[in-house]
């Protein structure tokens, strides 16, 4: 049987811990104007009903003007070609997809409409986000990260995905 001290013990670790979820969930921002940048474009793009649709693992000649649309796999069946910076429960989805060249080099914002791990690789070299913008309560989309591009060869990779399909705009900053 378990003693009074544990038990208390026990239950202060769990008030301890649903104050940090609850804590955590109000400082994330809520709605569209909470992002740091304009959202029109990308909004505007992972909403269409025009994606170009690709399986994990494909590759793109270019970066499409469009949205993509990618399929994803079990996160142990993914076979992501560079382990992704953050590990996700396998329960999870994750998937990648290769662009043979960025035309320009410049910054670039990859957004999501739903919360997942991005991961841009380029010149076997993983990418440090030069800016991070997300909020929830925005039809359409959650988070923005910017990166900086080099022209050439990108591969972006997706994990911690809780569906089987993302939709993912990669668009030039303005």
């Given at each position: ?12 670790i769990?008030?301890f ?5 609850i804590a955590a969930?109000a ?10 940048w ?8 992972l909403t269409?009903?025009?994606k ?14 469009r949205?993509?649309?990618?399929s ?14 953050r ?8 998937g ?5 060249q ?8 990859v957004?999501?409409p739903?919360?997942?791990?991005i ?29 900086e591009?080099?022209a ?13 399909t993302?939709?993912?705009?990669i668009?030039?900053?303005?």
């Amino acid at each position: 049987m378990m003693s009074i001290a544990r038990a208390r013990q026990a239950a202060i670790i769990l008030i301890f811990l649903g104050l940090s979820t609850i804590a955590a969930r109000a400082a994330e921002p809520r709605g569209c104007a909470a992002f740091k940048w304009p959202i029109d474009r990308e909004r505007a793009s992972l909403t269409a009903t025009d994606k170009t649709q690709l399986a994990s693992g494909q590759t793109l000649d270019a970066l499409s003007t469009r949205a993509i649309l990618l399929s994803l796999k079990p996160a142990a069946e993914a076979a992501l070609p560079k382990a992704p910076e953050r590990s996700s429960a396998p329960e999870r989805f994750a998937g990648f997809v290769r662009i043979r060249q960025v035309d320009k080099a410049g910054t670039y914002t990859v957004a999501l409409p739903a919360p997942a791990w991005i991961d841009a690789v380029q010149a076997g070299h993983t990418l440090k986000p030069s800016g991070f913008s997300g909020a929830t309560d925005c039809t359409g989309i959650r988070k923005m990260v910017r990166y900086e591009l080099s022209a050439g060869e990108l591969l972006l990779q997706v994990s911690g995905v809780s569906t089987e399909t993302i939709a993912l705009a990669i668009l030039p900053v303005e």
